[in-house]
């Protein structure tokens, strides 16, 4: 694992030329953008949790109804 | 207070009911889309920003692992007690366990098409999940192709636990035994780096268990389902017969 960090930073160093550290995103957070990244993750993951939360609402309808006997 | 009723006449407390598992779930989830992109991490060359996939590449296998353990413990069950009703959650979670592990497989290809330079390197952590995917494949092939449903019920609870045997050694066992470019493989167990994180693990553990009981979530729908299903076709029989 140590040859494996030791090659990894060397590739860091030619990759970011002179920079003293490892590139972050810190300009897309200082401007605020993240939170676009955020917010479209937050979206779906709401939807396909609605979504798993329908489903689950219909199948706990249909064992009501196989299980009380109602009309089909 | 009188309980409202909907147009089938179920009251709407027994429909909305949630369990506090789900609820769990859902924040968990939310907190790693959150805290995942905008809590600190450590800033290491190569992966920079990537580092972050870990809050969802890794807890896919995490999923995997314990779908496929639900599975293997069901199958077990359903020998030393054959019934249709272990057989359906064995089948159920092995098939949501099979989901998080192509999610597990595609996201890493991404991952490492970055970070290694191609999708697939050839890595034993990679060619190993591959081929464990591949026997959980075969388990459905297996299924897939008997008729007679006790047969298929007990033969492919005895592949099922043979093929939670051979996926252990597969992903967890050869890829450390060799040289691999994975973290935690190549001789060190863990996350190495990123464990000794402690920003990094307030995001990890939680995500990896909203990842895990959205798992069971889905597998525990598919399960209701497949019981409905069951009772449908036997009082289907009754009438015709």
């Known amino acids: 694992m140590k040859r494996i960090i030791s090659i990894a930073a060397s590739l860091g160093i030619t990759f970011t030329g002179y920079a003293q550290e490892p590139e972050m995103a810190d300009g897309m957070r200082s401007e605020g953008k993240i939170y676009v990244v955020v917010a479209i993750l937050a979206v779906i993951l709401f939807g396909l949790v609605a979504y798993l939360i329908s489903i689950d609402r219909k199948v706990t309808k249909l064992e009501q109804r196989l299980n009380d006997g109602k009309p089909r | ?241």
């Open chain 2, 1 to 241: 207070m009188a309980k409202l009723k909907n147009p089938r006449g179920l009251e709407d407390s027994q429909v909305m009911k949630m369990s506090y598992w789900k609820i769990l779930s859902i924040l968990l989830l939310v907190y790693t889309v959150t805290g995942g992109f905008l809590m600190e991490v450590p800033r290491l060359a190569i992966v920079n920003e990537t580092i972050r996939s870990l809050y969802f590449h890794v807890p896919m296998w995490f999923g995997m692992v314990v779908m496929f353990l639900t599975s293997t413990l069901y199958a077990v069950r359903y020998l030393k007690k054959p019934g249709a009703y272990f057989d359906i959650i064995s089948v159920e979670f092995a098939n949501t366990g099979l989901i998080f592990g192509f999610l597990g497989i595609v996201t890493g290809m991404i991952w490492a098409n970055y970070t290694w330079g191609t999708p697939w390197h050839g890595d034993p952590k990679q060619n190993g999940a591959a081929v464990a995917l591949l026997i959980y494949c075969a388990y459905f092939v297996l299924r897939g192709s008997l008729e007679n449903s006790e047969q298929r019920a007990r033969l492919s609870a005895v592949y099922n636990i043979f093929a939670f045997a051979a996926m252990i050694p597969l992903i967890f066992i050869i890829p450390r035994l060799t040289s691999s470019m994975h973290p935690g493989s190549g001789g060190n167990p863990g996350f190495n780096t990123y464990d000794l994180d402690r920003n990094m693990r307030m995001v990890f553990y939680p995500a990896v268990i909203g990842w895990i009981l959205l798992g069971v979530w889905i597998a525990t729908v598919r399960i209701r389902l497949r019981n409905i299903e069951d009772k449908i076709l036997e009082l289907e029989y009754e009438k015709n017969h």
